[in-house]
């Protein structure tokens, strides 16, 4: 069962944007680090971006610093990620996680949603 709910995914043009929505109906998001993570068709689950509770310390993998950001709405207990600039290389099925450790490894986060596609035609 998804502790965790997306929203916001879609089909795009390249170099159009997204924003893509988390949220928790029995937690809250800002006691936890939360990623995003996507899985493109027929590859692994891979690392997109995280925030950190507290002070909001994020982080990205390279191939989206620049163009992707993510945030967090503490009061509406939602987390953001902004998608700009998008490539056809983007296209997967992306995944919200909250967790307590700080890494880009999906096997440490413990809560997951059950994901949103994200299709960017060329």
């Known amino acids: 069962q998804a502790q965790l709910v997306e929203s916001g995914g879609g089909l795009v043009q390249a170099g159009g944007s997204l924003r893509l929505s988390c949220t928790a109906s029995e937690r809250t998001l800002s006691n936890y680090r939360v990623g995003w993570f996507r899985q493109p068709p027929g590859k692994e689950r891979e690392f997109v971006a995280s925030i950190s509770w507290g002070v909001g310390v994020t982080e990205y993998t390279d191939s989206v610093k620049g163009r992707f950001t993510i945030s967090r709405d503490n009061a509406k207990n939602l987390v953001y990620l902004q998608m700009d600039s998008l490539k056809p290389e983007d296209t997967a099925v992306y995944y919200c996680?909250?967790?307590?450790?700080?890494?880009?490894?999906?096997?440490?986060?413990?809560?997951w949603g059950q994901g949103t596609q994200v299709t960017v035609s060329s």
């Open positions: 996680a909250a967790g307590t450790l700080n890494s880009k490894l999906p096997e440490r986060y413990s809560y």
